[in-house]
């Protein structure tokens, strides 16, 4: 009489199965972008301060990794005014106008300075972990909706950055040179109004500045919103500011940073605490590391959030 065959015990098989199917779920999640949150990433010291004073540094452009930037902003703009301008219906005054002001933006702004501060929907990707926090790194979850709201309190434009030649190019060019009319035409009816009860020379100057300063304050945030095809898949957002030398708003203090190779300077964008939602933790960073962060913010932090790690790691 034959035994019977011994049942081969399954369980280690289905575990380790289970597990690389939690990774690739893990993965999958990570390589799409978020809905509704935006995520700054940046080094595991820097983390506290942020998450303490419930502020981050937008910088000044000239410092930022690609100083040419606004520059190539501005240039896309004016492109897309000679092209679209008489399809949005802008004269051919108004359109030689911009132009103009465009044209004197890039071959000198030392009457302004532009800040910015960045973020991605992706809560876990290789390029930003590379570029912005290499070893011990962590990427900061923002509740967009929050955000957006503290950096319209702030004075700041806030929105994703958009990469010249994608589809969405064109259409959101043109939306902007739309707005860009509407303001240009409410200008044009406020000059009139001037005229009618004879304004004196001082007020005429006044009004002329001011709408210089606002075109030049509008021209340069749209400009902070384009970057180059190139940077793609960073799924950039954005707080821009642009603040003009002894023209309202007033100013936002500057404060400077020391790095490579000098002082940086910056002005500080608040946020509510409720606005962080999560922590990420980066690859390259001890295991102990989740650990840590959540030591330190209990201490330092007021805000309810989520700390991971997530379990697939990146050769940095």
Request: charged letters at 25%.
């Amino acid at each position: 009489m034959k035994h019977p065959r011994e049942l081969v015990d399954i369980t280690p098989i289905y575990d380790a199965a289970k597990a690389y199917d939690e990774k690739l779920r893990g993965l999958l999640a990570d390589a799409q972008p978020s809905q509704d949150h935006v995520y700054h990433y940046t080094s595991l010291a820097t983390l506290p301060n942020i998450v303490e004073s419930s502020t981050i540094h937008c910088t000044d452009h000239a410092f930022l990794n690609d100083a040419g930037e606004v520059t190539l902003g501005l240039s896309a703009i004016d492109g897309l005014v000679a092209k679209f301008g008489k399809t949005v219906g802008m004269s051919d005054d108004m359109t030689n106008m911009v132009r103009q002001q465009i044209a004197l933006l890039q071959n000198g702004r030392h009457h302004l300075s532009i800040y910015c501060a960045s973020w991605s929907l992706m809560p876990n990707d290789l390029s930003q972990w590379r570029a912005y926090a290499p070893k011990d790194g962590v990427s900061i979850g923002f509740r967009k909706k929050e955000l957006e709201q503290a950096a319209a309190r702030g004075g700041f434009v806030f929105g994703p950055v958009v990469y010249i030649g994608s589809p969405e190019y064109e259409p959101w060019m043109v939306e902007q040179l739309r707005e860009l009319k509407i303001g240009l035409e409410q200008t044009a009816s406020m000059r009139s109004e001037l005229e009618v009860r004879v304004a004196t020379d001082l007020e005429r100057l006044m009004f002329i500045t001011q709408e210089s300063n606002n075109l030049d304050r509008f021209l340069t945030s749209v400009s902070g919103l384009v970057k180059s095809p190139e940077f793609g898949l960073e799924r950039e957002w954005r707080c821009v500011r642009a603040d003009i030398d002894n023209a309202p708003p007033k100013r936002l203090p500057i404060k400077y940073r020391l790095r490579p190779p000098g002082c940086v300077p910056y002005v500080e964008l608040s946020f509510p605490t409720s606005a962080i939602d999560e922590i990420v933790i980066g690859p390259n960073s001890h295991p102990e590391n989740a650990g840590l962060v959540q030591r330190l913010l209990m201490r330092r932090a007021t805000g309810d959030f989520s700390i991971r790690q997530p379990s697939h790691s990146f050769r940095l």
